[in-house]
């Protein structure tokens, strides 16, 4: 079970509202008065076999903060309890969801990135052949300019005429 607690605009302070939960999450924490609250990230936390049941400790203490919290503030509890949603996901199919859509992306990107790779070399073997026939002299003189000599005389003909 997961507890999900919708932080609205019109709490003033978003530190007193992890403070106020973070006593009333505790036991022990919630019936005390003058308490301190640490929070640090997941990562943090170490914990080795010899330790007892509850006993943690932190790899970098520069990273755990330490906050006080005088007394128990039952109006602002109560409108975070109103506020609040439980919900029991199904982590394994938004996990799937997740991949699939990664997935989808990646190969969006693969095929924009083979279209691109063959549009250009497309463009490169158009660019050497334009070069290739720049240094061809077969282009230079076309057909269209030719003249013909031969008009409608057979090849016994035109030999005569050489001679």
Known sequence: MRNYVRFVNRFSNPNQLKLVLGKAGSIKGNKLDDITVIYTNF?????????????????????????????????LLRKLEKSREER???????????????????????????????????????????????????DIFSNDEAKTVNKGKSLAELEDDFF
Do not use: C, I, W
């Open 43 to 75: 990562k943090n936390l170490r914990k080795e076999l010899q330790m007892e049941a509850g006993e943690v400790g932190f790899y970098d203490e520069k990273a755990v903060r330490r906050m006080k919290v005088a007394t128990k503030n039952g109006p």
């Open 88 to 138: 029991f996901p199904d982590l394994r199919q938004e996990r799937e969801d997740r991949d699939a859509e990664e997935a989808r992306k990646l190969e969006h990107e693969r095929r924009e990135k083979k279209a691109n790779e063959q549009q250009s070399k497309k463009e490169l073997q158009k660019k050497a052949a334009e070069e290739a026939a720049l240094r061809e002299y077969r």
